[in-house]
């Protein structure tokens, strides 16, 4: 295992060792972009110009066209210079090289230019071209160019890797009435008899990557951001919305952008701040400079959104400010590096998040936003180390996941808590200005921190980001009569060979008038506490109470009564997300002793965050890990237990989080006629505020559990007035239908790339698909559901690959399901390994759903 990560860590050094010693070793043309060929270019190509011109017509459809000049400087030529161009040879209609038109070979996804056109010094390449619709997410009323990792390639040639930046300069030629945004400041605009062209200023130096421009019918709003203005587009229609959003959109960004440049000392290292709402974007948000972009339903809130709504908004914006800082500034050379932009994008974030609502507010967050995702992964035999090996470009969105978002800045507060945070903080600035507007590797900044700190990073390292998998901590005290004689901790790998995750945490003793907080540095697998040794016995022991250590920790059974009378928030936090977890492990609860005590917190837990923690606990036991016929049989209480805990409640929000629990656990008719008659009268029940999202929500879950499909959800239509929010509804009907031939032809539709567009829509239709109450017929899809994922890889975004399987198995608790995971895996002995892991982690509670229900 360490022997793959090692070779991974020093193969640039290996690759370029061998091409300086024979530098005319041919590079072989192949798909995607592979770490050879990427290795070669970064030694012969640099001072690249991008100048790029599309032409977007929209009569009944819309349709681009490109056209592109590539000025760069060749050092040696001493073979044939391949462009990255993901296309058919029809989309390819023009090449000259140095004013002189050149044939060349297009192949495996590479024009490939004979040396007889290149000399060494400046060289220019002139494409006509029509790029891919794809990557260009065409829309009838607007479009979005999303590149990352390596979707640049499939709409203009180009040198499409993140170690050989490049300045672009656009030109846009969009409708009448279109607005346009793109990296760089608008220059000028020209009318002409078929539209307005835009036109840019050069770019900053990015990779082709961040490279990126939306057009369409938007609406723009402007407002200074210090002393630079700001330009925001968004297609929203809901004026209350709208009016309760713009303003704390841009405070937002105002509040990342001042954070950021005071602990970095960098001030904002792009020309322009810029960004747009993108109605079911993909993703959050896409950090491209200038012009980032997001998902329209995370900026724009309304009265009716919950504090963690609010703080999600606040961390969402400040992530993708990070990365101008971390990525955007400073890019990783090549993308098994990846988790190093988003790790400091995340871990900025929460420290922004720490800034504006305080530490305490801060812990909690950290806690429950990273440790239960990172966990998701970690405990399956799907998961991955943080820094992984990745040979091709083409793979790069499998790496891409939970365990780079989560486990990353869970390791690097670590890190920090091991240097220091002053030291941390003079290492990343180093970091920073070494190597802005350049690239950079996790050794490079290792060697940098390793300066700032007398411990062996290098040691450290190689646990936390080269391997895999979580500890498991367990504990054993002894008693002298009353007093502690002995306490041992102990910590064993969950998974897979013998390994230590040095770490340090703490541990409560509490006691009837008091607590005793006891530090925890876990530094070898057994730790003896000298220092509680003659204690007093305690009521029992909380582990983790500051929510700093990563692994299953133990959960003393004589706490289980006291759970909501602990004081802090973090703790009972802690305390629940370690009880989850030892169920899943089949440790101290079974999942009905567990539901059972998490109700119980439906009227005594009041922190917000923690209430939300445990309802989707409760959601996730119910639906999981309750068998069918005792899930019918606890209904009517559970649904009566969230009811009258909503009228106990006091805080609104509170409120709120029971009823949509409520609305997704109902299954008695009492129950569902209550949800049918709110919903059609639009009349929330006392202290609730419900929006237009949430009666959309309403309504499909009225459609699953009744006969009223197509009414409800026409009647829902009726009420909304943004178009894309209507067609949502239109796409999502097939897959509520009661007729399950149209079900089925909902799923077989996606075979068709075309219908699988808009992920976000494809992903929420095959939840309901694969809904409880749907499994019995939808359960023969899931061979040809895994059949279909290394398409869903090669077509779809970075995402889409695990949010196509979660929303597939995410659900499944029967044995033949998890039966037609393993014939598949048995069956494709080679298979791409990364997404084997994504469909181990993806049925990992299909499998444990098999030992845990009865």
Known sequence: MMKKYIISSVLFILYTAAYAQNSNKPVKVEPGVSLQLATYRAQVISDIQYKLSFNVTNSSKVAVNGIEDIDFNLKVIDQPLQLDFKQTTENLHKV???????????????????????????????????????????????????????????????????????????????????????????????????????????????????????????????QKLGKREAEFLHRETDEKKIKFSTDSIFIAHQ??????????????????????????????????????????????????????????????????????????????????????????????????????????????????????????????????????????????????????????????????????????????????????????????????????????LYEWNKVWVNQPGRPVFNYAVKYNGSKISNLTITQTPEYGENRLWPQAFEITLVYSNHNQFVQVNMNNEKVVLKQVEGMEKPLYILFNTNGMGYGLFPTDKEATLQWYNIEKPLQRASTYIAAYENM??????????????????????????????????????????????????????????????????FAANNKKIM?????????????????????????????????????????????????TVTSVIKQQQARITNADRKKRLDFLMPALSLD??????????????????????????????????????????????????????????????QSWLGSIFGNYQSKDAAQIVRDFIKAHPNYNPKLKGKILQAADNVFRAEKLVN
């Open 255 to 456: 509040n990342a952008i001042s954070f950021l440049e005071e602990w970095t000392g960098i001030p904002f290292p792009f020309q322009k701040i810029g960004f747009v709402a993108i109605p079911d974007f993909q993703f959050g948000g896409m950090e491209h400079p200038g012009e980032v972009q997001y998902k329209a339903s995370s900026l724009f809130l309304d009265e009716g959104a919950t504090k963690d709504q609010f703080i999600g908004r606040a961390n969402l914006i400040s992530h993708e400010t990070a990365h101008m800082w971390f990525g955007d500034l400073v890019t990783m050379r090549w993308f098994n590096d990846v988790w190093m932009k988003e790790v400091f994008a995340n871990f900025m974030a929460d420290k922004v998040t720490e800034k504006m609502m305080g530490t305490e507010t801060f812990n909690l967050k950290f806690l429950q936003d990273h440790y239960p995702a990172a966990y998701g992964v970690d405990r399956t035999q799907g998961t991955n180390p943080i820094r992984q090996q990745l040979d091709n470009l083409q793979e790069a969105g499998s790496m891409y996941g939970n365990i780079i978002y989560h486990k990353a800045p869970i390791m690097m507060r670590q890190l920090e808590l091991l240097m220091g945070k002053e030291n941390f903080q003079a290492g990343i600035r180093e970091y920073l200005k070494k190597y802005a507007y350049s690239n950079a590797t996790w050794p490079d900044l290792i060697a940098i921190l390793s300066k700032h700190t007398k411990f062996n």
């Open 584 to 649: 899943l492990a089949g440790r101290y609860f079974k999942p009905d002793e567990l539901l059972n005590l998490f109700s119980k917190g439906l009227t005594l837990e009041t922190n917000e965050m923690n209430l939300r923690l445990i309802n989707g606990y409760i959601s996730n036991i119910y639906w999981n890990f309750t068998a069918p016929a005792t899930r019918s049989s606890i209904a009517t209480k559970l649904e009566q237990m969230l009811w009258d805990a909503m009228q106990q409640q």
């Open 96 to 222: 000259t090289v140095n004013g002189k038109l050149a044939v060349v070979d297009f192949k495996d996804e590479h024009i490939v230019i004979p040396v007889k056109y290149l000399h060494a010094g400046r060289n220019i390449a002139h494409l006509e071209f029509t790029p891919a619709p794809a990557s260009l997410n065409i829309n009838t009323e607007y479009l979005y160019a999303l590149f990352v990792p390596d979707h640049a390639r499939t709409v203009f040639p180009c040198f499409d890797q993140p170690d050989l930046k490049g300045k672009f300069e656009l030109s846009m030629n969009v409708p009448t009435g279109w607005k346009v945004l793109s990296n760089g400041l608008k220059r000028d605009s020209v009318v002409n008899k078929i539209g307005v062209t835009y036109n840019f200023a050069n770019s900053d130096k990015l990779p082709t990557y961040l490279f990126s421009f939306t057009a369409g019918e938007y609406k723009s709003v402007k």
């Open 740 to 801: 399950v031939k149209e079900r089925d032809a909902f799923f077989n539709s996606l075979h068709e790339r075309s219908n699988r567009q808009k992920e976000a829509w494809v992903t929420t239709g095959l939840s309901y698909l694969n809904h409880p109450l749907r499994q019995s017929t939808s359960i023969k899809h899931l061979p040809e559901s895994l059949n279909m994922l290394e398409e869903i890889q090669k077509t779809g975004d970075i995402f889409f690959p």
């Open 659 to 707: 009823f949509k629990t409520y609305q997704d656990i109902a299954l008695s008719p009492e129950a569902k006629a209550n949800i049918y008659s709110i919903w059609q009268k639009q009349q929330a029940p006392t202290g609730v505020k419900l929006a237009e999202d949430d009666y959309t929500s309403m309504a499909l879950s009225i459609a699953l559990k009744s006969d």
